[in-house]
């Protein structure tokens, strides 16, 4: 049974940073493509960053300010997240798959981000 636990999240005040981490156990495979998703109260899940290959996308709302990579452990990704916004809280997911396309196979139980400001 494969499972992915987020870790890292907090309260910070805005201008500040928090380093996300996300492992996944129980899969025999190497996901192909990992992400991070956030999803705000009263607001859709959103896709923030995700990295396939190497190939990183970032949305454009965080582009410059997050940074998304694998760690050298197996199906281990991070995000860190500089310049933080009050607009960044929210329930941030971790998100797996096998192939470079499609859906996510696999999602985390989330972790919760507040920034102050």
């Known amino acids: 049974q494969v499972q992915l636990v987020e870790s890292g999240g907090g309260l910070v005040q805005a201008g500040g940073s928090l380093r996300l981490s996300c492992a996944a156990s129980?899969?025999?495979?190497?996901?192909?493509?990992m992400g991070w998703y956030r999803q705000a109260p009263g607001k859709q899940r959103e896709l923030v960053a995700s990295?396939?290959?190497?190939?990183?996308y970032y949305a454009d709302s965080v582009k410059g300010r997050f940074t998304i990579s694998r760690g050298n452990a197996k199906n281990t990704v991070y995000l860190q997240m500089n310049s933080l916004k009050p607009e960044d809280t929210a329930v941030y997911y971790c998100?797996?798959?096998?192939?470079?396309?499609?859906?996510?196979?696999?999602w985390g139980q989330g972790t919760q981000v507040t920034v102050s400001s």
């Open positions: 998100a797996a798959a096998r192939l470079a396309a499609g859906v996510y196979d696999y």
């Open positions: 129980g899969s025999i495979f190497t996901f192909n493509r």
């Open positions: 990295i396939s290959d190497g190939v990183t």
